[in-house]
């Protein structure tokens, strides 16, 4: 068995100072983080080295206690780990042939002893999510390292002869050296880019996020990163069955591992092909090995049944296939259904938990969602990951989406840029930061040589999601499942099957003329036919007129409020005449497929609520 270590982890490290006599900065950095492990705070301190950790405790609460301390050869090795391994068993038997011994289950106990033993190194033996810091005595050094698709966050701030580090931003902007400032760089990340973010950046002047990949280390001499790995373009030789064999397995394995857990333990099922494939396997691995009947959760909003609208987004709800998921399975299912009066008072939480304008009631009803499956459970497995590795969303195949330089789920840069003041306008040129972040990544992207301008343009396509979609769906989901206290898993994240789909040829991902056919096809016999071949729906969001109503009359009240901080860059007439319309100018989504008109309203909302909340100061 071995021991999960879903939490918040903070550290502070500077050569100049004596962090012992500071302590209360590294205890205030850690409480403004304590939603993400309730169970359990402890701090170590040396000279100059304080760490935080709080811990939601998932399995072994003994062997598992962090700050984790292990000498070697008079050596001294501090540990604060967020995350789970999912090959903790072969790490350690590997070990263990090395000669190390073991007092516990803990996969964190697992990973200190890697780090010793194989050093930077280590990283890449490592299959999980996590972030995580090794202050290492005899080197003296700090190690820092973030999981490949960045599942598990950490951001970090130079500061004088130091560096901060913390689980979330919040925990920076606690230290008393870390002013909430915004330059033009930052405005341009929540007005260009938002709710998205540019890959490294933390958006406060100074601040930044260890990306995706990367490990970091700060000694005497500096702060250095690099990246340990990437997706390897290479020609693809299976056929299509053994395509579907490889996929099926490799999911089946990474669902597998990511079933372990003392505390009960279920699944988010939407009815969708992802949530049903990860339902499936599990129920079957808890029947198999004599455990209780699987607990499966979903949502609904308040008379959906009534005001949903189809679109070429979002096809049709999800109640049918749901239920068609737990007759078959016969899955101890609850459905939550979360009314307009919710979904709206959450918006502010999404906005603390989140740190930045989210998603609007996209973000809150996460947030209730997970607030109400933790009543019955603490870890769920959901399906994040999948369209973006094997090409779910409608950008992956419209010509006009594959053809146009920028971003396909960012439309709205007129928009953006004519709310701007006059004066924010002349100086935030939001198109062409976009543009430039869009051309950065492009650049980045391994291309396969030889390859055609349309496959390699949709090699570019998979890059840009994995780089940007992705980690802004991956934070929404780790910020709201830990505002909860809860511990949300994503096998699709695994990338062992990341690296293999990465190189299947579109025309083997679109097997059968369907999105994600391949998958489907490795679903057959695991799913029932309504399901396997049912078209994307994407997550639910609701169409009540309650809910644009609600968002109105807040953007109302913050238009009558001549303090409001969102006008010091947006123009307050134009924002009127956009309430004043309901936004119901706005056909084409704010961001992705989901944020048109109430939700753009309630953006704006949640960045007037961002600004007043953390006094920022905006310096332009």
């Known amino acids: 068995m071995c021991q999960y270590s879903m939490c918040g982890i903070t550290g502070w490290i500077d050569f100049t100072r004596n962090i012992e006599n500071e302590r209360e900065q590294v205890q205030r950095m850690a409480n403004k983080i304590s939603h993400r492990g309730p169970d359990e705070t402890d701090f170590y301190f040396e000279t100059h080295v304080g760490f935080g950790h709080q811990r939601l405790i998932v399995v072994d609460p003994a062997g598992g206690k962090q700050p984790m301390i292990h000498t070697e050869d008079q050596h001294r090795y501090v540990l604060v780990y967020n995350g789970e391994l999912y090959n903790t068993e072969d790490i350690r038997s590997e070990l263990l042939t090395r000669g190390w011994r073991f007092n516990s289950h803990s996969d964190t106990e697992v990973l200190l002893k890697s780090y010793i033993e194989w050093g930077e190194a280590h990283v890449e033996k490592l299959n999980g999510i996590f972030a995580y810091a090794i202050w290492d005595q005899s080197k003296q050094q700090l190690f820092l390292a973030r999981d490949r698709l960045g599942v598990k966050p950490l951001f970090y701030k130079e500061h004088q002869n130091g560096l901060l580090f913390g689980s979330e931003i919040k925990a920076l902007l606690a230290h008393d050296a870390v002013d909430p400032v915004i330059k033009e760089e930052g405005l341009s990340e929540i007005f260009a880019l938002g709710p998205s973010r540019t890959p490294g950046h933390g958006v406060f002047d100074g601040m930044k996020e260890l990306r995706a990949a990367h490990v970091g280390i700060f000694n005497r001499y500096g702060w250095k990163t690099r990246r340990y790995w990437n997706v390897e373009s290479k020609p693809h030789e299976d056929s299509v069955e053994e395509t579907a064999e490889k996929v099926r397995n490799l999911l089946v394995d990474a669902v597998e591992r990511q079933l372990v857990s003392d505390v009960p333990l279920g699944t988010f099922l939407s009815g969708g092909v992802d949530s049903s494939a990860i339902t499936a396997i599990a129920a079957k691995y808890l029947e198999n090995n004599q455990k209780d009947a699987l607990q499966t959760f979903s949502i609904d909003y308040e008379d959906n049944d009534k005001y949903f609208k189809k679109s070429s987004f979002q096809p049709n709800q999800d109640k049918t296939y749901i239920e068609k998921m737990v007759q078959t399975l016969d899955t101890q299912h609850h459905t939550y259904v979360i009314d307009n009066h919710t979904l709206v008072d959450l918006l502010k939480d999404a906005v603390r938990y989140r740190d930045l304008p989210g998603m609007a009631d996209v973000d809150s009803s996460l947030l209730w969602f997970c607030e109400q499956t933790k009543k019955q459970v603490t870890v769920a497995l959901s399906g994040e990951c999948a369209d973006e590795i094997f090409g779910g969303y409608p950008w992956f195949y419209r010509e006009d989406d594959l053809n146009r330089e920028g971003f396909p789920w960012i439309r709205s840069s007129e928009v953006r840029q004519n709310l701007l003041r ?199």
Do not use: C
């Open 422 to 620: 006059s004066d924010v306008s002349q100086q935030l040129n939001l198109e062409a930061y976009t543009k430039k972040r869009y051309e950065d990544t492009i650049k980045e992207a391994p291309i396969l040589d030889g390859e055609g301008e349309e496959a390699k343009a949709r090699r570019q396509m998979f890059y840009l999601n994995m780089q940007w979609f992705m980690p802004t769906l991956l934070d929404r989901k780790d910020r709201m499942s830990m505002g909860a206290s809860f511990e949300a898993r994503v096998p699709f994240s695994d990338h062992h099957l990341v690296e293999y789909v990465w190189n299947i040829p579109w025309e083997i991902k679109t097997y059968g003329d369907h999105e994600k056919g391949i998958l489907r096809k490795a679903l057959e016999g695991i799913l029932p036919e309504e399901i396997l071949y049912r078209k994307k729906s994407p997550y639910p969001k609701t169409h009540h007129p309650a809910y644009t109503q609600a968002v109105i009359n807040w953007m109302n009240e913050i238009i009558n409020d001549k303090d409001a901080r969102i006008f010091e860059v947006l123009d307050r007439t134009k924002v009127k005449e956009l309430v004043d319309q309901k936004a119901a100018n706005i056909s084409t989504p704010w961001f992705g497929q989901l944020m048109t008109g109430p939700q753009l309203l309630a953006h704006i909302a949640q960045i007037e609520y961002w600004l007043q909340e953390n006094n920022v100061i905006i310096d332009i």
